[in-house]
């Protein structure tokens, strides 16, 4: 541990106890929960960032499309509006944020909705006149005053949450005991290769309960780049040096991925939900338009995130964003059956 974390580590204790009491209060119904008629699932991790919430999110919305319809629900981090909002075709991710901004970029037939209060938010959607069958929570795996009928939560196969601390000295929202609440358990962004004893082991490390079922995922790239009017393939990619630019919490998996196809790259890394400025653009094509000058042959292009794409890059020449999919290493038609089962029952499309 830093010196740095050592000295927060009385914070941590303290912002550990607050949040016990909060979950506290909620569990003996000193402070009240809603719950709706309406399926709802929420998809949220103990943890700040970097488990991988959008493209399990993403996951449900194929899974489920076809024969609901779908709703996602979140409170649109670093958006520039308040209240409720739901997008449409002059929307843009300053008005939703840029997860949700990438799911309605995504998804046609699926209604993407944004209120820091969730059940403000499930009540609004709830009145539409074509109202969904199902809602999908993004990241309110602490937003207690919503009842979710199915809580998933996520924990990174590089930082579980049981090896991990309190905020501020670790990355903790609440205590390892909050995990309790989830019915599924995802451990995200393993290896491809686990082996079922080496999944067997970090279940029993999670402590998981008899009510909870445990799944592992690991991250699955796109086939080709997308750019604003091209398309390259992957296997491709070692032929350009790249300037990679990232505005995520964890770029391990990605820059561990182009560093397995053999990419040259140079990578401009910025925080978690960055806002590009002018000057960060004019940083990022000042190194994009070096690769030429140090090698006229060269062929170049800048790589981002899908999330950082439809946030801040979307059009611009000579950016392209590589998209990621959710695969689960096994037991793929289980985690299937219990998702579709929970919404079958409900009350509402039984």
Known sequence: MSLLRKILTPFS?????????????????????????????????????????????????RLLQDKYKVAILSRGYKRHTKGFKIADAVTTALDIGDEPMQYYTKFNNVIVAVDADRVNGITEL?????????ILLDDAYQHRKVEAGLNILLTSYGNLYVDDKMLPSGNLREKIEGADRAQIIIVTKCPDELSEQQQFEIAKKLKAELHQTVFFSSIKYGKDIIGKET??????????????????????????FLDKINCKYYHIKFTDHYSFTEKDYHKIYERYSKIKVDNPEALGLILTTEKDYVRSFTGKDNFYYLPIDTNFIAHQTDFNKLIKKYVEQSSRNS
Not at 20 to 30: L, V
Not at 233 to 252: D, H, K, M, Q, R
């Open 13 to 61: 204790v303290l912002y550990g106890e607050i949040t016990s009491a909060r979950n506290t209060f909620y569990n003996k119904g000193i402070l009240k929960s809603t719950s709706f008629d309406i399926p709802t699932i929420v998809v949220g991790n103990l943890s700040v960032g970097g488990t991988g919430k959008t493209p399990q999110v993403e996951y449900l919305v």
């Open 126 to 134: 709830s009145k539409l006149k074509d109202a969904p069958d199902v």
């Open 231 to 256: 398309e390259l393939p992957v296997n491709e990619l070692s032929n350009f040096e790249i300037v990679l630019v990232t505005g995520i919490a964890n770029t391990e998996p990605l820059t561990t």
